[in-house]
Antibody, heavy 118, light 109 residues
């Protein structure tokens, strides 16, 4: 059974770089059947897709965040990671990692999320 | 830039009622790339429907979806207490690759 677990600092200062990791268990992260993504939700607000990564390392990002975001994957550790540069108060959010089936355009499994406060 | 507008913002109903939630896209959407999620307080979103009308694993058969082009609907018949939550629609663009969420509909008792 797939499990995704986000980890990272709960509190970060403005202008610093946010680093989050998603640990994947139950399915092979290196499968071509899946994409892996990050989505965030500001307090009391809706959902915003940040970016996604394929097992090969291929990435694509939300244009509104592209200049500040890097997503990478480490198949040996069954993890993928998010880096968000120069954070500000508006970046305070719950960050979720999620899986997308390659043949679908939706996220079928989500981690529980981690709150990051700037 | 694709935008999804959900209506109403809040829907107040009672158990046993029928709920109809709307999602309107600013451009025509591939029906295969429309999804709906349910989110309860303090929880991650849960996939409810994909491909506009296909129920995800474990979703009760009182959930159904329809629509095409720019207008999509999530219908919940015979509301159960556990169905009250915030619902988001989402679409996927393959070129450029981009996911967009609606702002949500709060289905409250």
């Amino acid at each position: 059974q797939l499990q995704l677990h986000e980890s990272g600092p709960g509190l970060i200062r403005p202008s610093e770089t946010l680093s989050l990791t998603c640990s994947v268990s139950g399915v092979p992260i290196s499968s071509s059947n899946y994409y892996w993504g990050w989505i965030r939700q500001s307090p009391g607000k809706g959902l915003e897709w940040i970016g996604s990564v394929f097992y090969s390392g291929s990435t694509y990002y939300n244009p509104s965040l592209k200049n500040r975001v890097t997503i990478s994957i480490d198949t040996s550790k069954s993890q993928f990671s998010l880096k968000l540069l120069s954070v500000r108060a508006a970046d305070t959010a719950v960050f979720y990692c999620a899986r997308r089936l390659s043949a679908a355009g939706n996220f079928d499994s989500w981690g529980r999320g981690t709150l990051v406060t700037v | 830039e694709m935008q999804l507008t959900q209506s109403p913002g809040t829907l107040s109903l009672s158990p046993g009622d029928r709920a109809t939630l709307s999602c309107r896209a600013s451009q025509s959407v591939n029906i295969n790339n429309i999804a709906w999620y349910q989110q309860k307080p303090g929880q991650a979103p849960r996939l409810v429907l994909y491909g506009a009308s296909n129920r995800a694993t474990g979703i009760a058969d009182n959930f159904s979806g329809s629509g095409s082009g720019t207008d999509f609907t999530l219908t919940i018949t015979r509301l159960e207490p556990e169905d009250f939550a915030v619902y988001y629609c989402q679409q996927y663009d393959s070129s450029p690759r981009m996911y967009t969420f609606g702002q949500g509909t709060n289905l409250e008792i």
